[in-house]
């Protein structure tokens, strides 16, 4: 249908048809209020140099552009592999539309045999956003600031500058906490910030009767729902908050990025990917060499090179720069400039493990959206596409009721009868025999499908180049359940879990637990530690945490970076992202790595203040 008014589909006069027109014009620069505008690249030549070069423009990179450019004086240059996010981005129900696309670096673990039978390949899908504002621009928008206990841990190892007073002084420094009912409450206003420019709210979910019901039931089960589970430093049930704002993701580039664009000081460059860290005879790090829409430039830095290319990409270059564990760097036939065994290893992430309960529930919304829900998103940014694609609940929890810091979480997911969005979930990520299991049930009953995640693994596993082209996608070995006490609590966890099916709601839609078809599973009973130790092993996914590769740490036989984020041997160079944390964190990983950013970026003023 055409927009002249003549084409029009009824007969009008003319008054009609103007006001359809308008009404599609409308709509049609509606979209374009979707996206912010963003700054494009500076004008940047072979050998300029900066006080500051960042390198990675994701959760923290941006963070540490934002702060570092408050000294009006310094010349803070930000290098970002990818390109400005797009609409999709933007959007909260497409927040899994980005995986597989050229947003994402589609990493890929490797396939071991020993985990991951059931799924394609043998591997596990590890998306990492390759945009600005990083994964910040493709996650769940989940915001959680771990537990006290887990930064004292850091502070007990020795690393005196993350004690955890502090840590909560600069959550509350990046954070603005905008729901006005939780800002009525005295204890959890003061456990937020208000200022900072990470504003922190909560879904308006199209799902509340049916997540009050879930969290009914875990509170049956012993995991009480609490107001705000920050707050409650994470013990208990309850709706999370989220770094989305007026019906739109808040990541670092709607928050920072957005903040900083105009100062003058700032320097951008988007398709730029940072090859190699130059580091002269002294060991200091004097710039970059990189990549920018084909041409090689090097470019200089005064103060300090900080490298926020998160965790799998923050090792890969430091190995790529000559900087590693040294019989691994001369196996690639790159020359150790600094040995540092720790480059690469250490490496942990929250595993999950899909836990299907099926049921009769038949009062579910349409799932997904509507042509009408697309208007009304463009019209005023609420209704379906307003909010994350699966529910805004968690509960975390542990085998010992008592327990104050907690073992496991869990994440929920709905999928209606016959739904599309299942069958394309399990099969992009399983082999057809787990695809039929799911199919067989779905068919006359809704999954609710509860991702169970351990919070603190043993296992570890690491980062290693395939090669020393820097195009080369490093070698993940992520090691799920290497430490077999993994294995063990998960499957004691997924027990706690599966006690759901006796609560009242479930009852009333005669929920039940189904099998997973997958042959070496089969022979054990359902729901006994052998059968979730069979299906953890087999089918083992990622909720996308990876932290560690750089650790931080006193000793540079196995940490990276010391405990004001200075690479260990070397000078000038500094790491800033999820890959520093020492241990990772109770919860999702984006909030702690922007306070990781905040607390960073003033280390590195105090250092350059002289
Ligand atoms: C799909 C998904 C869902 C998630 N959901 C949540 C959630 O709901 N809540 C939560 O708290 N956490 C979540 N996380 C985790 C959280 O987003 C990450 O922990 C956090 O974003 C890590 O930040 P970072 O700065 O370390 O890395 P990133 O944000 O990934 O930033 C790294 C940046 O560096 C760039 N880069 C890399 N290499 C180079 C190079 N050589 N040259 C130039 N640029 C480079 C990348 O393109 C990227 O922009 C999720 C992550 C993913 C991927």
Redesign the pocket.
């Known amino acids: 249908m055409s927009c002249n008014n003549t084409d029009f589909c009824v007969s009008s006069t003319g008054t009609a048809t103007q006001a359809f027109t308008s009404a599609l014009q409308y709509i049609l620069a509606a979209q374009c209020l979707i996206t912010e505008e963003l700054p494009p690249n500076s004008e940047v030549k072979d050998s300029d140099e900066f006080n500051f070069i960042i390198?990675?423009?994701?959760?923290?990179?941006l963070v540490v552009a934002n702060r570092l450019t408050e000294h009006e004086k310094w010349t803070v240059l930000l290098?970002?592999?990818?390109n400005d996010p797009p609409a999709e981005s933007y959007i909260p129900q497409f927040n899994g539309g980005l995986?597989g696309s050229t947003y994402d670096?589609q990493y890929q673990t490797v396939a071991t045999g020993f985990t991951n039978n059931a799924n394609l390949n043998g591997t596990v899908h590890w998306?990492?956003?390759?945009?600005?504002?990083?994964?910040?621009s493709?996650?769940?928008?989940?915001?959680?600031k771990g537990h006290s206990h887990d930064y004292q841990n850091w502070y007990n190892s020795g690393n005196k500058e993350w004690h955890p007073e502090r840590v909560r002084k600069y959550f509350k420094k990046a954070e603005s906490l905008q729901d006005q009912n939780l800002l009525k409450d005295p204890e959890i206003r003061d456990n937020y910030g208000h200022d900072g420019p990470l504003i922190i709210n909560t879904f308006n979910s199209t799902l509340r009767v049916f997540t009050n019901k879930i969290l009914k039931s875990f509170e049956e089960i012993g995991i009480n729902p609490v107001k705000d589970l920050n707050t409650a430093n994470l013990v208990g049930s309850g709706i999370f908050r989220s770094t989305a704002f007026n019906g739109k993701r808040g990541s670092t580039v709607a928050t920072y990025l957005t903040q900083l664009q105009n100062r003058k000081n700032f320097k951008l460059l988007k398709n730029?990917?940072?090859?190699k860290i130059l580091l002269n005879d002294r060991l200091e790090a004097y710039g970059v060499k990189?990549v920018v829409n084909g041409t090689t430039l090097k470019l200089l830095a005064s103060l300090e090179v900080i490298l926020?290319?998160?965790?799998i990409?923050t090792p890969q270059?430091l190995m790529l720069s000559g900087v590693g564990p040294k019989d691994h760097l001369e196996s690639r036939n790159i020359t150790c400039k600094v040995n540092l065994p720790g480059v690469g290893q250490s490496l942990q992430d929250h595993l999950i493990i899909p836990v299907p309960i099926f049921g009769n529930e038949t009062t579910l919304p349409y799932e997904g959206y509507r042509p009408l829900d697309t208007l009304r998103y463009l019209i005023n940014r609420t209704g379906p596409l307003a909010q994350n694609s699966f529910t805004d609940i968690v509960a975390f929890f542990s085998k010992n009721k008592n327990a104050t810091r907690p073992e496991f979480q869990t994440h929920v997911q709905i999928f209606n009868r016959n739904s599309s969005r299942g069958l394309a979930y399990f099969s992009s990520i399983y082999k057809p025999t787990i695809v039929e299991s799911f199919l067989e049930q779905n068919r006359n009953y809704t999954l609710f499908l509860f991702l169970f995640n351990l919070l603190h693994p043993e296992s570890t596993g690491n980062i290693s180049l395939n090669s020393k082209n820097?195009n080369d996608h490093p070698l993940i070995y992520a090691n799920y359940f290497a430490d077999s006490t993994d294995l063990e609590a998960t499957a004691e966890g997924i027990k706690v879990l599966t006690k759901l099916v006796n609560t009242t709601y479930f009852k009333s839609i005669n929920g039940f637990l189904s099998r997973y078809d997958w042959p070496v599973c089969n022979n054990f009973e359902l729901d006994s530690t052998d059968y979730w130790k069979c299906i953890s092993v087999n089918m083992v996914l990622t909720?996308?945490?990876p932290?560690g590769t750089s650790k931080m740490g006193l000793n540079s036989n196995d940490s990276v970076v010391d405990s004001r984020l200075r690479v260990h041997k070397i000078k000038k160079l500094r790491v800033i992202?999820?890959?520093v944390m020492p241990t990772i964190t109770s919860g999702?990983?984006?909030?702690p790595?922007i306070m990781i950013?905040e607390l960073g970026s003033d280390l590195i003023k105090e250092d350059n203040s002289g």
């Open positions: 390198v990675g423009g994701g959760s923290a990179g290098l970002e592999a990818g995986f670096w998306p990492r956003g390759k945009m600005l504002g990083g994964s910040s493709m996650n769940g928008m989940i915001y959680f730029a990917l940072v090859t990189v926020s290319a998160g965790t990409n270059l820097p909720i996308f945490h932290v992202d999820a890959s999702n990983t984006n909030g790595t950013a």
